[in-house]
């Protein structure tokens, strides 16, 4: 049944990779607020036609504005997208309106949380989620406008929760939100409960329920807020604590002086919780060197320029800002080559292969010379070894090896000693990244490749080409049962590989969507 479940979830990845996340999360906004204007004239959202268009029109045009002055100062690159997708969470969580008392707060809102993202903002990282913070200052104040999280509705509910899956899907924050809405909903219920019985009334669970699900902003909160990346802490506990937090807040809000803490007012005490597990910010890098590895992987040396945090088998965010972005953007994801104990030198690297249609930022990365200086906009990850001594198996597909060359690197590093078994599956011996390091570390390597590899390590075995499957797993690492199973590689490789991996004590994955 699990391995069912990740075969199906690296598919999906898989076609999803086609879109970065910032674009992904535009476009699905872009098509709920289309839907909404549609279900407006017939009277099935609260907002009317008109108040849609010019509410999104004057969030688009102030937080465009403010966006682009402050990236003009900074010297940063203007993101379009950002500013949009702020427009349109404050359109669905804010009350849209066409009288000028409205639209001055909407503007007031979309200002603020604009000017949030850089001076809330730590080493170059915003602290609270802008939307929030821009709603919570009017909602407070009472400028113009507030709060009204008309997105909580019926006619919406069935498109909020498909469009947010598929985003949580991309973004690996399914469980997260799960989480968030689970509790909100146990805890709205419990209020409700509580509520109603000191008042004498009857308690109707299936009525409550239905209210909690449908008729409440939780999804979109979750869904659209919550799960912001850039919000989030690294590890998955901390992001467990964070939904927790918020999910306990948003379903019994709290009254404080006259303010209650629920909606965006507990994202943004999230937020908080967040920056307190882990202080983070973008980290500039400076570009050493570059080479081919291998005929299609190339790998970039890198020097840090200040402190940056990781853990073997974590990943980074980086940035290569370029003009004419396409349709994935300007940032993507790196498993980590080098170790911790190689800082400050670090190392990632890629598949350069599809060179008759490459996307803008592989074209934009391949223009990077030594000397550049490249933006870490974060870590992240839990494809981390177990702390126990348990045996583990490694399996990686072509470039799928990197964070595996980083967890062995540190283990040598440390001198410790660890049963591990890679298998290494290439298209091609000639595409045997990292040949020499991985030979250092000792680790027991199987290879799977159609042809005999030339001058093999002692330690390291030719499956004689044949295809990986279950029985051939079983033959060359016939105790799989008692090893805690690691596979990293494109989600389609994953989704094949999965079930030959059935047998293992555990099974961790970490897919690559491509760049």
């Known amino acids: 049944m699990i391995t069912a479940f990740t075969t199906v979830r690296q598919r999906v990845l898989a076609l999803l990779g086609a879109l970065s996340m910032y674009r992904l999360v535009l476009f699905s906004l872009l098509a709920l607020a289309a839907l909404a204007e549609v279900l407006s004239f017939f009277g099935l959202v609260s907002p009317t036609p008109l108040a849609l268009v010019v509410s999104f029109a004057v969030l688009a045009v102030v937080i465009s504005a403010v966006d682009a002055a402050a990236q003009r100062v900074l010297r940063l690159p203007w993101r379009i997208e950002s500013s949009l997708v702020t427009a349109l969470i404050l359109l669905f969580v804010l009350q849209p309106g066409a009288d000028l008392p409205s639209l001055g707060g909407l503007a007031l809102a979309g200002a603020l949380a604009s000017i949030s993202k850089y001076v809330i903002a730590w080493r170059g990282r915003h602290i609270l989620n802008p939307a929030a913070f821009g709603a919570a200052v009017v909602t407070i104040t009472g400028l113009g406008t507030f709060s009204s999280w008309w997105v909580g509705t019926p006619a919406l509910f069935v498109p909020v929760a498909l469009l947010g899956l598929i985003v949580l899907w991309r973004t690996e924050k399914v469980r997260i939100v799960l989480v968030f809405l689970l509790v909100a909903i146990v805890v709205a219920l419990l209020r409700q409960y509580v509520q109603l019985s000191q008042g004498g009334l009857p308690f109707d669970l299936a009525t409550a329920l239905s209210f909690a699900l449908m008729q409440s902003p939780y999804l979109f909160l979750g869904a659209f807020m919550l799960s912001e990346p850039l919000t989030l802490p690294p590890r998955r506990w901390q992001q467990f604590s964070v939904a927790a937090l918020v999910g306990v807040l948003a379903g019994w809000p709290i009254l404080i002086g006259g303010i209650t803490l629920g909606q965006e007012r507990s994202l943004l005490i999230g937020n908080l919780l967040a920056f307190a597990f882990a202080v983070r910010g973008s980290v500039r890098l400076t570009l050493e060197k570059r080479e081919f590895i291998t005929p299609t992987v190339q790998e970039l040396t890198f020097r840090t320029r200040s402190r940056l945090r990781f853990l073997p088998g974590q990943y980074l965010e980086l940035d290569v800002p370029h003009r004419r972005p396409d349709a994935r953007g300007t940032r993507r994801e790196f498993s980590i080559v080098s170790a911790p104990g190689d800082l400050p030198t670090l190392r990632i690297a890629y598949k350069d292969g599809d060179q008759k249609h490459p996307s803008s930022y592989k074209r934009a990365l391949a223009a990077a010379q030594p000397g550049a200086t490249l933006a870490v ?139």
């Open 377 to 515: 906009t974060g870590t992240w990850g839990d494809f981390l070894l177990p702390r126990s001594q348990a045996p583990v198996l490694m399996v990686a597909a072509g470039i799928g090896v990197t964070p595996f060359v980083s967890q062995l690197r540190q283990l040598q590093l440390a001198g410790e000693t660890r049963d591990v078994v890679l298998v290494y599956v290439a298209s091609e011996p000639a595409e045997l990244a990292f040949r020499d390091e991985l030979a250092a570390t000792g680790a027991r390597v199987v290879v799977f490749t159609r042809e005999e590899p030339a001058d093999l390590p002692a330690h390291w075995t030719w499956a004689r080409g044949v295809r990986l499957d279950a029985a051939e797993l079983d033959r060359y690492v016939p105790d799989i049962a008692a090893r805690h199973a690691f596979i990293s590689g494109p989600p389609r490789l994953i989704a094949d590989l999965a079930p030959a991996l059935q047998k293992a004590h555990s099974l961790t994955t970490d897919a690559f969507a491509g760049y």
